[in-house]
């Protein structure tokens, strides 16, 4: 009986030992939100994504925590504080737009969980997509700022940090 006792122990102290972290616990979310307003926009080249920039930002919130919906799940409400698209190669071509917004995320009693700043850089959505070459479509500057920034919105929310 002592020796079963001892291996049992000792194949507890094994596992224990030999197991993988747990992996890291997500935010659930039940709802996403998206607020702008035509003062977010920073410059003539934004104007043009504005009237769509709520519903882009919130299929790419949606995509990014598509694993993580749950009907009990946090609210989040994006309000967006500037979208700014580099016009021509003089301004950077794309590498001076920005997409930056407050994040709020409440409780299903809108109870506060955290409120963030977050921000999107061309640098930053070139990290996206690895190897992506600028062009001169301000569409694709466009797209991948909105992606980056949904993506800085998870990795915040996630980890808790702004990145």
Known sequence: MKA??????????LAACSS???????????????NTDLTSVGNPS???YWDNL?????????????????SDGARIEVDVDE???AESYNEGFGQNSTLSGRVTVTDM??????TYNVSASMAQAQAVE??????????????????AFAQGV??????????
Request: net charge negative.
């Open 54 to 70: 709520s519903a882009d930002l919130e299929t790419a919130l949606a995509n990014q925590f598509v694993n993580d919906i749950s």
């Open 20 to 34: 993988e972290p747990a992996a890291p616990t997500r935010q659930a979310i039940s709802e996403i939100s998206v």
């Open 154 to 163: 998870d990795q915040t929310i996630n980890s808790g940090t702004a990145p």
């Open 83 to 85: 979208l700014s698209l």
């Open 130 to 147: 690895p190897g992506a070459q600028p062009s001169t479509d301000s569409t694709a500057f466009y797209q991948a700022l909105v992606q």
């Open 109 to 114: 009693r809108d109870a506060p969980l955290g």
């Open 46 to 48: 934004a104007v043009e």
């Open 4 to 13: 079963f006792a001892l291996l049992t122990a000792s194949a507890l102290a």
